[in-house]
């Protein structure tokens, strides 16, 4: 008997945020689409798209490698709540994914803690994987507080989530100071931030090792090499870089070629036993 323990299998996300059309995004997703049928891929692929689009992404993508789902969520299932859209909607139109807890809906919707636990935990009900992010303002950076602010982050939304099963769920380190700057994280100060989450998830038992942290802020193809290849770095969650075709293409094969790379020291053969 083989015991293969699943490797984490390297994720690449695009989060479109609130740009995209119906001509655009069908140019786009052909474009990457046609990419994946030419090539097989060692990673996961998807986009998270404003929700009006989820309908032509889903028609675009049906057939594919690549998957998709939304940037946010309700905190509640159904109801009296104007303008919010649950995660069985999402579900409803093949979503696989979805982003909470973005800084940008912590900063300019005042998304509590609480909220973004609840919104996780919907998505979990619906069967979809929410894709959590955490990270710290300049100003926490600034003052070491960084490891214990995303610490706090995930440990909030654990209390919500719980750990039964690790892949429920993805976190997405994204320092707010990197998002749509052009200034990533280095390598070394990204790989830190991911050590520390790893270790608080491990904190919440075994399987939690198994739970994929993304890398997100300003990766684009020069940077995703060194990002990508960093031990703690399970893939990467792509802004402005992901609207365009070539540049999340490039980013997509140096997550194969970081994939491909740690393949073999990613199996582990039970203790005595040959295949
Ligand atoms: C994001 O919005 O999640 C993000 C990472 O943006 P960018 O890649 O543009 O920094």
Redesign the pocket.
């Known amino acids: 008997m083989i015991e293969v323990l699943k490797m984490r299998r390297k994720l690449v996300l695009g ?1 479109w ?1 609130m740009h995209g059309a119906i001509g655009t995004n069908a140019q786009l997703l052909q474009a990457i689409r046609q990419h994946l049928t030419t090539s097989s891929l060692p990673v996961d692929v998807g986009v998270c798209v404003p929700a009006p689009y989820l309908s032509q992404t889903r028609d675009l993508l049906t057939g594919s490698d690549m998957k998709w789902g939304a940037q946010d969520v309700s905190a509640h299932a159904k109801g009296a709540f104007t303008g919010e859209i649950s995660a069985a909607m999402l579900a409803e139109f093949g979503s696989q994914y979805v ?1 909470v807890g ?1 800084s ?1 809906r912590r900063a300019y919707h005042g998304e509590t803690a609480d909220a973004v636990g609840a919104k996780a935990r919907q998505a979990i009900v619906a069967g979809l994987v929410p894709v959590v ?1 955490v990270g710290e303002t300049l100003h926490e950076r600034d003052a070491g507080m960084a490891e214990q602010v995303v610490r706090n982050q995930l440990s909030d939304v654990l209390a919500f989530v719980g750990s039964e099963n690790p892949a429920q769920i993805v976190i ?1 380190y ?1 320092p707010v100071w ?4 052009g200034r990533s994280a280095s390598a070394a100060d990204a790989q830190a931030i991911h050590a520390a989450l790893r270790a608080c998830l491990s904190e919440h038992g075994e399987a939690m090792n198994q739970t994929r942290i993304l890398y ?4 684009k193809p020069n940077n995703a090499h060194e990002l990508l290849t960093c031990a703690d770095i399970d893939g990467a ?6 609207l365009v075709a070539s540049d999340f293409i490039s980013i997509i094969d140096s997550a194969s070629r970081a994939a491909s790379a740690s393949t073999v020291s990613d199996e582990v053969f039970d203790a005595g036993v040959k295949p």
């Open positions: 989060n945020k982003i973005h940008e992010c997405a994204e990197a998002i749509g700057t997100g802020g300003s990766i969650l792509i802004g402005g870089a992901s």
